[in-house]
Nanobody, 119 residues
Framework: QVQLVESGGGSVQAGGSLKLSCAGSGYVFSSCGMAWYRQAAGKEREFVSETTGLGSFTYSADSAKGRFMISRDNDKNTLYLQMNSLKIEDTAVYYC????????????WGQGTRVIVSS
Protein backbone atom coordinates (compact mmCIF):
# COMPACT_ATOMS: atom_id res chain seq x y z
CA GLN A 1 0.00 0.00 0.00
CA VAL A 2 1.02 3.62 -0.33
CA GLN A 3 3.15 4.97 2.48
CA LEU A 4 4.48 8.47 3.06
CA VAL A 5 6.91 8.86 5.93
CA GLU A 6 8.07 12.32 6.96
CA SER A 7 11.23 13.04 8.91
CA GLY A 8 13.51 15.93 9.77
CA GLY A 9 11.31 17.86 12.13
CA GLY A 10 12.59 19.19 15.42
CA SER A 11 13.22 22.27 17.47
CA VAL A 12 15.12 25.25 16.09
CA GLN A 13 15.61 28.87 17.01
CA ALA A 14 14.05 31.62 14.98
CA GLY A 15 16.20 32.42 11.97
CA GLY A 16 17.45 28.86 11.72
CA SER A 17 16.93 26.20 9.08
CA LEU A 18 15.50 22.71 8.83
CA LYS A 19 15.15 20.26 5.97
CA LEU A 20 12.17 17.95 5.97
CA SER A 21 12.06 14.71 4.01
CA CYS A 22 9.18 12.53 2.89
CA ALA A 23 9.87 9.02 1.67
CA GLY A 24 7.20 7.56 -0.56
CA SER A 25 6.51 3.94 -1.39
CA GLY A 26 3.79 1.75 -2.87
CA TYR A 27 3.22 3.81 -6.00
CA VAL A 28 5.14 5.14 -8.98
CA PHE A 29 6.76 8.06 -7.20
CA SER A 30 7.55 10.17 -10.26
CA SER A 31 3.99 9.90 -11.57
CA CYS A 32 2.47 11.90 -8.76
CA GLY A 33 2.48 15.52 -7.82
CA MET A 34 3.37 16.04 -4.18
CA ALA A 35 3.00 18.75 -1.62
CA TRP A 36 3.72 19.95 1.87
CA TYR A 37 1.03 21.19 4.20
CA ARG A 38 1.18 22.26 7.81
CA GLN A 39 -1.17 22.55 10.74
CA ALA A 40 -0.50 24.71 13.75
CA ALA A 41 -2.20 24.03 17.06
CA GLY A 42 -5.78 25.22 17.00
CA LYS A 43 -5.66 26.14 13.33
CA GLU A 44 -6.76 24.57 10.09
CA ARG A 45 -4.31 22.74 7.87
CA GLU A 46 -2.75 25.07 5.32
CA PHE A 47 -0.97 24.56 2.04
CA VAL A 48 2.76 25.26 1.97
CA SER A 49 4.18 24.16 -1.37
CA GLU A 50 3.70 21.64 -4.17
CA THR A 51 5.58 20.19 -7.10
CA THR A 52 4.73 18.17 -10.16
CA GLY A 53 5.80 14.57 -10.67
CA LEU A 54 9.05 15.40 -12.42
CA GLY A 55 9.66 18.47 -10.31
CA SER A 56 9.54 20.78 -13.29
CA PHE A 57 6.91 23.03 -11.75
CA THR A 58 6.53 24.21 -8.19
CA TYR A 59 4.14 26.53 -6.43
CA SER A 60 4.30 27.91 -2.92
CA ALA A 61 2.07 29.82 -0.57
CA ASP A 62 3.01 33.43 0.06
CA SER A 63 4.13 32.50 3.56
CA ALA A 64 6.73 30.14 2.08
CA LYS A 65 7.98 32.12 -0.88
CA GLY A 66 11.57 33.25 -0.54
CA ARG A 67 12.17 31.11 2.56
CA PHE A 68 11.09 27.54 1.78
CA MET A 69 12.04 25.43 -1.22
CA ILE A 70 10.33 22.21 -2.26
CA SER A 71 12.28 19.65 -4.25
CA ARG A 72 12.23 15.97 -4.99
CA ASP A 73 14.64 13.19 -5.87
CA ASN A 74 12.72 10.64 -7.87
CA ASP A 75 15.65 8.23 -7.82
CA LYS A 76 15.36 8.14 -4.03
CA ASN A 77 11.55 8.39 -3.93
CA THR A 78 11.91 11.33 -1.59
CA LEU A 79 10.31 14.76 -1.35
CA TYR A 80 12.07 17.57 0.50
CA LEU A 81 11.24 20.91 2.05
CA GLN A 82 14.19 23.15 2.81
CA MET A 83 13.07 25.75 5.32
CA ASN A 84 15.25 28.80 5.95
CA SER A 85 14.80 31.94 8.04
CA LEU A 86 12.30 30.12 10.20
CA LYS A 87 9.83 32.19 12.21
CA ILE A 88 7.95 31.35 15.37
CA GLU A 89 4.76 31.26 13.32
CA ASP A 90 6.20 28.39 11.26
CA THR A 91 5.69 26.14 14.29
CA ALA A 92 3.35 23.35 13.16
CA VAL A 93 3.06 19.72 12.22
CA TYR A 94 4.19 19.38 8.61
CA TYR A 95 2.56 16.79 6.38
CA CYS A 96 3.49 15.55 2.94
CA UNK A 97 0.83 14.55 0.47
CA UNK A 98 0.89 12.70 -2.84
CA UNK A 99 -1.13 12.19 -5.98
CA UNK A 100 -3.29 15.19 -6.67
CA UNK A 101 -2.99 18.93 -6.48
CA UNK A 102 -3.84 21.71 -4.07
CA UNK A 103 -6.82 22.58 -6.27
CA UNK A 104 -8.30 19.10 -6.48
CA UNK A 105 -6.98 17.58 -3.28
CA UNK A 106 -4.37 14.95 -2.51
CA UNK A 107 -5.15 11.28 -2.09
CA UNK A 108 -2.36 10.12 0.17
CA TRP A 109 -1.03 11.71 3.36
CA GLY A 110 1.83 11.10 5.74
CA GLN A 111 1.62 11.06 9.51
CA GLY A 112 3.41 14.39 9.94
CA THR A 113 6.58 15.68 11.51
CA ARG A 114 6.60 18.40 14.16
CA VAL A 115 8.55 21.63 13.76
CA ILE A 116 8.98 23.94 16.74
CA VAL A 117 10.53 27.36 16.25
CA SER A 118 11.45 29.25 19.39
CA SER A 119 12.77 32.72 20.09
Amino acid sequence: QVQLVESGGGSVQAGGSLKLSCAGSGYVFSSCGMAWYRQAAGKEREFVSETTGLGSFTYSADSAKGRFMISRDNDKNTLYLQMNSLKIEDTAVYYCAACGSNDSGYVYWGQGTRVIVSS
